[in-house]
């Protein structure tokens, strides 16, 4: 077995019921030995005590409320990083179920070429062990919007090929420690003012822009009970962090032209709220929170100018490239 030069994060939030059937997956990893932690975000349902009696191998770091995917990870991102040693970091989802040679897959992909960032997990369904949760995240042909390639199929061979893919999804990803030094920004590396949502594609999207490549490894698998923690949310929460966090991620990283293809989600918006008073409000909630983080947005947006390798060309051809 290899030296533990990885370490793998898991984030919870209230998760106990998850925890014991992810974090025995994950010690139960071979050929890839890791140093396991677990992140948790204020829980009030006796997560850190079960963890620390249950297993007590995984370091736990313990926030006093929940700061959001974004932080709670940033937080474990720095406490792994205080390891010299380390250098391949995994975020997991609570509510997963690993294969044996997860880690050992992850591996491999990443050691083929000294400037992939990040891989992409196989996801597929915990309930329906035969379909897709995601084969890899992917844009719409017409629209700047990332997409799950394959959500809802039922496996037929159809994405067993290892390819490069737009992001990596932020429940099941591998990281480069060098990328992850590469695009801190603010002594962040998921942006802690999106909270939740996007966080994933604002990382792998800066990443992109500093020339590294990201790839989805099918043999990486991972089971994930889809949406056991965001379910709990209202919708208002859901459609108003997703909607404001595209509109960060817009200005923050992409070209002018590509504002508008990025930040619209009127089928969201539509599907996800009652009237048209709650709909009016949610826009407004949401165009407030731009306007006052506008400053910060337009002072990191010249910092990741003037720090990425890649031409307006080359991220308009984005488009073609990673369309499904």
């Given amino acids: 077995m290899q030296q533990a030069d990885t370490a793998v994060i898991v984030l919870n939030w209230n998760g106990r019921q998850h925890l014991e059937t992810c974090l025995a997956s994950v010690c139960r990893q071979d050929s890839v030995r890791a140093k396991i932690f677990l992140v948790d975000n204020g829980s009030r349902d006796g997560s850190v005590e079960y963890v620390r009696n249950s297993f007590p191998e995984v370091t736990i770091v313990a926030n006093k409320k929940n700061v959001g995917f974004a932080e709670g990870n ?8 205080e390891d010299s040693t380390i250098r391949f970091i995994a975020v997991l989802n609570n509510d997963t179920e690993v294969d044996a040679g997860w880690l050992r897959a992850l591996h491999t992909a990443i050691e083929r070429d000294v400037r992939i960032g990040a891989v992409a997990s196989r996801m597929m369904n915990f309930f329906q062990r035969d379909v897709f949760d995601s084969a890899g995240d992917y844009l719409l042909p017409h629209a700047f919007k990332v997409v799950t390639r394959g959500a809802g199929e039922k496996d037929r061979g159809q994405y067993a090929e290892e390819n490069e893919c737009f992001i990596a999804r932020g429940g099941a990803a ?4 060098e990328m992850l030094e590469d695009i801190c920004l603010d002594g962040d590396y998921f942006d802690r003012h999106f909270f939740a949502y996007i966080e994933d594609t604002d990382l792998s999207v800066r990443a992109r822009l500093r020339g590294w490549k990201i790839v989805y490894a ?11 923690t965001v379910n709990t949310l209202a919708s208002t929460f859901r459609l108003f962090h997703s909607g404001r966090n595209r509109i960060f991620f817009a200005i923050k990283n992409l070209p002018i032209s590509l504002w508008p293809a990025a930040v619209r989600d009127r089928a969201a918006l539509a599907a996800g709220t009652g009237g048209t008073l709650v709909r009016a409000w949610l826009f407004i909630r949401i165009g407030v929170a731009a306007l006052i983080a506008l400053p910060r947005l337009f002072r990191q947006r010249l910092v990741i100018g003037h720090r990425r390798t890649l031409t307006k060309r080359d991220i308009l051809d984005w488009q073609r490239m990673f369309s499904i």
Wanted: aromatic letters at 8%; hydrophobic letters at 50%; zero cysteines.
């Fill in 74 to 81: 940033n937080i474990g991102i720095r406490a792994v990083l």
């Fill in 174 to 177: 591998l990281y480069r420690r």
């Fill in 218 to 228: 099918p043999s990486a698998v991972v089971y994930h009970k889809v949406s056991a």
